[in-house]
């Protein structure tokens, strides 16, 4: 399993992509900007990516917004398509791990449905979200909470905490699900961050990974 990759562009700089256990280790050194370095848990990721244009996206399980991008074929065709496998096959398995989730025979790297669109949570989302009944837990909203505050400012979250806080009060209540949703929506670029340090938010919001298999 190919578990690093190193990425060079002429104009757009090099990336280092490095899988370690449960998360993806992303340096990026673009031409006249800061290093930038982050980390992107696996279990956030739909595993099957986008292609669009000269890149390829590993995008995220809730909003469809891009996590990972990496540069289409690059260093070559060998290494860049045994570090996609791997991440597809990681993302899939972590997924299932967290979720607790029963392992299928049918695993990511081998779904032929490439093309397939992430999962939209925009118009008509609210009515997927009772089929995830089976995946709250309210231990892991409170373990949500409370990673929440810790890595995170309140006053930034506040509104998906409370809506987490209700949730937790009554799981059997679809308004309180669809609360976390619009939460979620609301967050604008702070969504990274909560899918990184409170993953089980994706679970939460997330159709049954095997419905589209």
């Not at 990721?45 to 540069?71: M, T």
């Not at 409170?142 to 009060?169: F, G, M, Y």
């Not at 909560?194 to 990974?209: H, M």
């Amino acid at each position: 399993m190919t578990t690093k990759l190193i990425q060079k562009d002429l104009f757009k700089g090099t990336q280092e992509f490095e899988l370690v256990d449960d998360h993806i280790d992303i340096r990026i050194k673009a031409p006249f900007k800061k290093e930038e370095t982050l980390t992107v848990m696996l279990t956030v990721l739909d595993p099957e990516p986008v292609i669009s244009q000269s890149a390829l996206h590993f995008n995220s399980r809730v909003n469809g917004e891009p996590l990972i991008s990496l540069f289409l074929g690059k260093p070559n065709t060998d290494e860049f398509n045994g570090f996609v496998n791997a991440i597809k096959q990681k993302a899939f398995e972590e997924f299932n791990a967290f979720a607790g989730l029963q392992s299928s025979s049918r695993s990511a790297a081998g779904n032929t449905n490439t093309d397939e669109a992430p999962v939209d949570f925009g118009e008509g989302g609210e009515a997927q979200l009772t089929q995830n009944r089976e995946h709250i837990q309210v231990e892991r909203i409170d373990e949500t909470i409370e990673l929440l505050k810790q890595h995170l400012e309140l006053r930034d979250i506040e509104p998906l905490v409370s809506a987490l806080e209700r949730l937790k009060a009554d799981t059997n209540s679809d308004e309180n699900l669809a609360g976390v949703l619009h939460a979620f929506n609301e967050l604008g670029s702070y969504q990274g961050a909560v899918l990184t340090y409170a993953p089980y938010v994706s679970i939460l919001l997330y159709d049954d990974p095997f419905s589209n298999m």
